[in-house]
């Protein structure tokens, strides 16, 4: 299945919501095109896999997250952003499950859990007409289960 990159239909804050769920479809999906479209290429996020300060660093771990089978979810979303402006920011929490690649739906495969706060700024790309990630920081608050799933190679 492919996603768009542009929903034509959005208010101006559902589109700066819309930059934070393209980024987690596109971490759910592995797919590089929809992160391309979620993120500033000269992005800078502070991220528990380490300092990213461009988005070759976001495709890094793409690479590593995206085979996973894996779901992200947001919620308590708040948006900060005057009339007319082409930045804002953004607030959220996520969870996020984890399992190794084709086990998802197996119930004594490995899953690591993990609750976490986005603190973001986003700015409006008028050249592709879509809103996108430009810094911000993800913090962990808490996580169940095996963390061994988001390294590489079989759980420990």
């Known amino acids: 299945m492919s996603y768009p990159?542009?929903?034509?239909?959005?208010?101006?804050?559902?589109?700066?919501?819309d930059?934070?769920?393209?980024?987690?479809?596109?971490?759910?999906?592995?797919?590089?095109?929809?992160?391309?479209?979620?993120?500033a290429n000269d992005v800078k996020l502070s991220h528990p896999a380490g300092e990213m300060t461009q988005l070759s660093d976001i495709h890094q771990v793409l690479a590593r997250v995206?085979?996973?089978?894996?779901?992200?979810?947001?919620?308590?979303?708040?948006?900060?952003?005057?009339?007319?402006?082409?930045?804002?920011?953004?607030?959220?929490y996520t969870l996020a499950q984890h399992s190794q690649a084709g086990r998802g739906q197996d119930p004594s495969g490995p899953k690591y859990l993990v609750a976490g706060e986005y603190a973001l700024e986003v700015v409006k790309d008028e050249k592709e007409g879509v809103w996108k990630i430009k810094?911000?920081?993800?913090?962990?608050?808490?996580?169940?289960?095996?963390?061994?799933?988001?390294?590489?190679?079989?759980?420990?």
């Open 5 to 17: 990159h542009i929903l034509p239909s959005l208010t101006p804050r559902e589109a700066i919501a």
């Open 19 to 39: 930059a934070l769920t393209r980024a987690l479809i596109a971490f759910d999906h592995n797919d590089v095109a929809l992160v391309n479209s979620a993120f």
């Open 66 to 92: 995206g085979p996973l089978d894996s779901t992200h979810m947001v919620t308590n979303l708040r948006i900060d952003v005057k009339d007319g402006a082409d930045t804002a920011s953004l607030t959220a």
């Open 135 to 156: 810094s911000g920081v993800f913090k962990v608050i808490w996580g169940q289960g095996d963390p061994s799933v988001m390294r590489p190679g079989p759980p420990a």
